[in-house]
């Protein structure tokens, strides 16, 4: 089966920096694009940045400039970068992977998966 796992969490003081980091394990054959979520309780699931096999990179805009993605297609790993952080980026990040394909020569599939959560927490 296909599992992520993302590390790097952490308490941080306004204008410091931590890096997540997510890996993709199983049988994977190709991930078509990798990113980054946010969420605060009581709010809806919220896009950071994404990054597609091909290197295409999408930022929220409340992060350009500051955050940064990068991705290692024959690792299975995506990367968040994340500098000057502020306490409005206080939130539960997530990994997830999109398109991923897994399985066997003669049996694969395709879906979309999540890590279980970081806690990222910008206070003095």
């Known amino acids: 089966q296909v599992q992520l796992v993302e590390s790097g969490g952490g308490l941080v003081q306004p204008g410091g920096s931590l890096r997540l980091s997510c890996a993709a394990s199983g049988r994977i054959f190709s991930i078509n694009i990798m990113g980054w979520y946010r969420q605060v309780p009581g709010k809806e699931r919220e896009l950071v940045a994404t990054i597609t096999s091909g290197g295409n990179i999408n930022y929220a805009d409340a992060v350009k400039g500051r955050f940064t993605i990068s991705r290692d297609n024959a690792k299975n790993t995506v990367d968040l970068q994340m500098n000057s952080l502020e306490p409005e980026d206080t939130a539960v990040y997530y990994c997830?992977?999109?398109?991923?394909?897994?399985?066997?020569?003669?049996?694969?599939?395709?879906?979309?998966?999540w890590g279980q959560g970081t806690q990222v927490t910008v206070s003095s």
């Open positions: 997830q992977a999109g398109g991923l394909t897994w399985g066997t020569t003669y049996l694969r599939r395709t879906g979309d998966f």
